[in-house]
């Protein structure tokens, strides 16, 4: 394991011109994340919201934050506004209440829709079908402040490639199936999230537009 600086250096070299890399810098103390954005990193993830406004207030100020965790409800307003993206809203209410947050703070939210196929890691997300029926129902009009830019999702926890591999095109298909539907109305839905420390390259082979590297980036974390 070399420096942050070498890290995101040998990740950065194995992505294609185009494809963002999200420095996942949770549990990282702010001198890590440093030595990152020294090296040139400008986009982090952070997973916990107390743990996140910690940092931007630590951090410089043209450092993009990305929340990638849960979130939980009670927790929207403390987060909106202080984001470029919410990589993972998990639920039609909580993108309500993101919208209704972000009108009342008159700021734009960019988000995400997560969506779970792994089998055993998170039991958060949309399942596909429920995600397209999301879209064909037109859910995503009638937002006032908020801009759907995308899919996130995670390949299931596994060494089998195959399955892994299988798991990052359906969740590709659900992103271009949301996109043959209703791209017109949604111009700036473009990111398809995928890909972390041990299957980033299977997931840019499957169309990631970005990818979330913590582990390869900043090594083990000490929870
Ligand atoms: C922690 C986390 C990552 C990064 O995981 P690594 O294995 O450390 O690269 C990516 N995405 C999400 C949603 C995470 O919670």
New binding site residues.
């Given amino acids: 394991m070399g420096s942050v600086a070498e890290n995101i250096a040998r990740v950065r070299g194995g992505l294609p011109a185009g494809v963002g890399l999200?420095a996942?810098s949770?549990f990282h103390p702010v001198e890590k994340l440093m030595e990152a954005y020294e090296a040139g990193q400008r986009v982090f993830?952070e997973?916990r919201v107390q743990e996140l406004l910690t940092k931007v207030a630590a951090m410089p100020e043209d450092v993009e934050w990305h929340f990638?965790?849960h979130l939980q409800t009670n927790k929207v307003r403390q987060l909106v506004g202080k984001v470029s993206m919410i990589?993972?809203v998990d639920s039609v209410r909580l993108l309500g209440l993101i919208d209704a947050e972000s009108v009342r703070a008159g700021v734009e939210s960019r988000v995400l829709m997560q969506v779970h196929v792994a089998r055993e890691e998170t039991k958060f997300g949309f399942d596909c079908d429920e995600l397209l029926d999301f879209f064909r129902s037109g859910g995503h009009r009638g937002l006032a402040a908020t801009r759907i830019c995308g899919v996130?999702g995670?390949a299931s926890n596994t060494d089998d490639a195959e399955r892994v591999s299988a798991d990052f095109g359906r969740i590709a298909e659900v992103f271009s199936s949301v996109r043959s539907l209703c791209g017109d109305e949604l111009p700036d839905f473009r990111e398809l999230s995928m890909g972390?420390?041990?299957d980033?390259p299977e997931a840019v082979r499957r169309g990631s537009t970005m990818v979330?590297?913590?582990?390869?980036?900043?090594g083990d974390?000490e929870y």
């Fill in positions: 999200t996942v949770k993830g997973s990638i965790g990589e993972s996130m995670m972390m420390s041990h980033y979330r590297v913590g582990s390869a980036i900043f974390r």
